[in-house]
């Protein structure tokens, strides 16, 4: 897989590109275009648990969360780009909260993409909180 990752980067996509594509990728159900969009030592960082490092595992880890929940779709609400650092306000439906998709979508989540040289190094699920949001440049109103 790495030759088809390399020869995928010879364009470099802008923070704010490839972290939409992710979420494009994320929302189609293409693993494949994850893997293509994270660099080798990706990160998965998912509020206070441990994050998940590097792209084999985090492959494995969409692979298994496609397969259980292949309607999960994040929808966004708002973006704010900081050089490499994109923060994503949205909602999702369909994820493991089981939740029915009108009162998920109600619960609004930030997510961060630290990008480097068109690739996601990172990818950071954030509690949506004023403080967070003026952490990350994104409005303080929840």
């Known amino acids: 897989m790495r ?7 010879w364009v470099v996509l ?18 494949e275009g994850l893997a293509l ?7 998965l960082r998912v509020f206070d648990e441990p994050p998940l490092r590097g792209r084999a595992a985090n ?28 923060a994503v306000l949205g909602s999702t439906t369909g994820s493991h909260l089981g939740l029915p998709d009108d009162e998920e979508r109600a619960h609004t989540l930030i997510w961060i993409a630290t990008v480097s040289d068109g690739a996601l190094h990172t990818w950071q699920l954030l509690a949506d909180t004023a403080e967070h949001r003026r952490d990350v440049g994104l409005d303080a109103t929840p």
């Open 3 to 9: 030759g088809v990752v390399d020869s995928y980067r």
């Open 14 to 31: 802008r923070a704010v590109d490839a972290a939409l594509q992710f979420v494009d990728c994320i929302n189609r159900g293409d693993v």
């Open 37 to 43: 969009l994270m660099s080798d030592d990706h990160e």
């Open 59 to 86: 492959v494995d880890a969409w692979h298994g969360y496609v397969s259980n929940f292949p309607r999960y779709t994040i929808y966004v609400h708002r973006i704010a780009e900081d050089g490499d650092r994109v």
